[in-house]
């Protein structure tokens, strides 16, 4: 495992040189293409054998600047989503330094076109790197190279889920060796002989002392050791202490997100959106055009949700079912008769237990509605949902009124906080979540929210998207 792990990071650090090398060589060939010398004449005298030295140069140190970001670690719990957004922030602060220096140094030639594209190149060309190095180590996993060797320790429901995770999905680098149901003699006895990786250790009810002797013996055979939040240390993740009369006292918050936190949260859902609308106008027209000439008016579909504090909303959709089978007050009568027609669907092919539900193979569905639920293209319009601060970009997903009346009292803490177009469960399985998956994966991030776990959600999704894990059509 560690020398799979010390040889791509080997690796890795030459070739993201090289890439940023080869940006600076394509931003230079650019220029002097006739497309951008029509635009904008080249006016600075820099010769290719005065260039392609500064090249060098600030390669390395852009790799210096990675190092300090952390890109070059070979921790074995990195996510390509996490590399990615830090090779944007790195490349950025390079961009950053470049155009400072440029700016006190007052260079007498014009380099703007070269910094900026050099810039935007570098990011990509890493980018792409990085993925391509993610999916050869994903490969040699599935190969079994390079496996971390692991041992659960637990009895509880956590410990069978990693169990099926670990078994079901090996591009994660782990080869389950065995598991027991607590620390004791028959466990160290293996642990001894067998010498594994890492100890995972999910028993949030196993005695302190047994806790503190299994982090002893790792510790001491050098086995890394992992464990799963208890529910205490996840309830206590927002504790805040105030007090009254001088009496001390300790509030327990849902979430993190308040005060500045919910400002800028709203701010990134404003400017996001608007963006997306632009970006994706072509797209909302075609789609229109396509569903409207199919199956006829309306064009979007009104599906009432729940949101933040039980608030009621239409989250919109491009309709994706044949008019006769959509349901709600949109339709009327028909609506009305609809339903009936999806709650015998939903006794019959839901692929989902507890008040949620999912049904497969739904005939109700139309062919290009079919095309659009696969690549979730439906879901578009409701970047206009978070315009008008209905839903963020990022959150739990909303559920129908009929859903959210079959949860229990403890998970309605996923309606604390604005629902997301997108979110940590939709990016971790979408449909193939268990609902208390689903509503664990959604606590988790009402309590650890952060503008930076925002970003890597945003930038996993459209690959999530691609792969079409755990689609439902």
Same mark, same amino acid.
């Given at each position: 495992m560690k020398k799979l792990e010390l040889s791509l990071a080997f690796i890795q650090l030459p070739l993201d040189y090289i890439l940023m090398v080869l940006?600076?060589?394509?931003?230079?060939?650019?220029?002097?293409t006739s497309i951008t010398q029509n635009i904008r004449p080249v006016l600075f005298?820099?010769?290719?054998?005065?260039?392609?030295?500064?090249?060098?140069?600030?390669?390395?140190?852009?790799?210096?600047?990675?190092?300090?970001? *952390?890109?070059?670690?070979?921790?074995?719990?990195?996510?390509?989503?996490?590399?990615?957004?830090?090779?944007?922030?790195?490349?950025?602060?390079?961009f950053a330094a470049i155009t400072?220096?440029?700016?006190?140094?007052? =260079?007498?030639?014009?380099?703007?076109?070269?910094?900026?594209?050099?810039?935007?190149?570098?990011?990509?060309?890493?980018?792409?790197?990085?993925?391509?190095?993610?999916?050869?180590?994903?490969?040699?996993?599935?190969?079994?190279?390079?496996?971390?060797?692991?041992?659960?320790?637990?009895?509880?429901?956590?410990?069978?889920?990693?169990k099926n995770v670990l078994n079901s999905r090996p591009g994660l680098g782990y080869k389950l060796v065995a598991?027991?149901?607590?620390?004791?003699?028959?466990?160290?006895?293996?642990?001894?002989?067998?010498?594994?990786? !890492?100890?995972?250790?999910?028993?949030?009810?196993a005695h302190g002392d047994e806790a503190i002797d299994a982090i002893d013996f790792a510790n001491e055979h050098h086995i890394a050791f992992k464990y799963s939040a208890d529910l205490f240390s996840t309830i206590s993740t927002n504790m805040a202490v105030s007090t009254i009369g001088g009496i001390p006292i300790i509030e327990l918050r849902l979430t993190r997100l308040t005060g500045w936190s919910r400002i800028i949260k709203r701010l990134v859902d404003i400017i996001g959106s608007l963006f997306f609308i632009i970006l994706l106008s072509p797209i909302f027209i075609i789609v229109s055009i396509i569903v409207a000439l199919e199956s006829g008016f309306p064009i979007i579909y009104k599906n009432e949700r729940v949101g933040q504090e039980d608030k009621k909303?239409?989250?919109?959709?491009?309709?994706?079912?044949?008019?006769?089978?959509?349901? *709600?007050?949109?339709?009327?009568?028909?609506?009305?008769?609809?339903?009936?027609?999806?709650?015998?669907?939903?006794?019959?092919?839901?692929?989902?237990? *507890?008040?949620?539900?999912?049904? =497969?193979?739904?005939?109700?569905i139309t062919g290009f509605g079919r095309f659009l639920r696969r690549w979730s293209l439906d879901e578009f319009p409701q970047f206009f949902n978070v315009l008008k601060g209905e839903m963020s970009l990022v959150g739990p997903r909303p559920h129908q009124p009929r859903e959210v009346q079959g949860y229990k009292r403890q998970h309605k803490i996923v309606l604390?906080?604005?629902?997301?177009?997108?979110?940590?469960? =939709?990016?971790?399985?979408?449909?193939?979540?268990?609902?208390? !998956?689903?509503?664990?994966?959604?606590?988790?991030?009402? !309590?650890?929210?952060?503008?930076?776990?925002?970003?890597?959600?945003?930038?996993?999704t459209p690959f999530v998207v691609l792969t079409s894990t755990g689609s439902v059509v």
């Open positions: 940006a600076g060589i394509t931003a230079y060939s650019l220029r002097f005298n820099l010769a290719w054998d005065k260039y392609f030295p500064l090249i060098l140069i600030t390669a390395l140190g852009w790799v210096i600047i990675f190092a300090l970001a *952390g890109l070059y670690s070979t921790s074995s719990n990195r996510k390509l989503a996490s590399d990615l957004t830090r090779v944007i922030f790195a490349c950025s602060t390079g400072i220096y440029v700016f006190f140094a007052l =260079q007498k030639f014009d380099s703007r076109f070269l910094v900026l594209a050099g810039w935007i190149l570098a990011m990509l060309y890493v980018c792409i790197g990085r993925i391509l190095m993610n999916g050869l180590k994903k490969l040699m996993h599935r190969a079994g190279y390079g496996l971390r060797k692991t041992v659960i320790i637990g009895k509880e429901t956590i410990a069978e889920q990693i598991s027991f149901s607590h620390f004791n003699l028959e466990s160290k006895q293996y642990l001894l002989e067998n010498r594994p990786d !890492e100890i995972i250790f999910t028993d949030p009810k909303f239409f989250a919109l959709k491009f309709r994706t079912m044949h008019q006769k089978f959509s349901t *709600g007050p949109q339709f009327g009568k028909q609506g009305e008769e609809a339903l009936k027609k999806e709650q015998e669907l939903i006794a019959t092919q839901s692929i989902k237990t *507890g008040p949620i539900y999912k049904i =497969q193979n739904d005939p109700r604390a906080i604005k629902p997301g177009l997108t979110g940590l469960s =939709q990016i971790s399985g979408r449909s193939n979540l268990s609902y208390e !998956e689903e509503i664990n994966l959604d606590t988790f991030y009402i !309590e650890n929210w952060s503008l930076y776990m925002d970003m890597i959600i945003l930038i996993k």
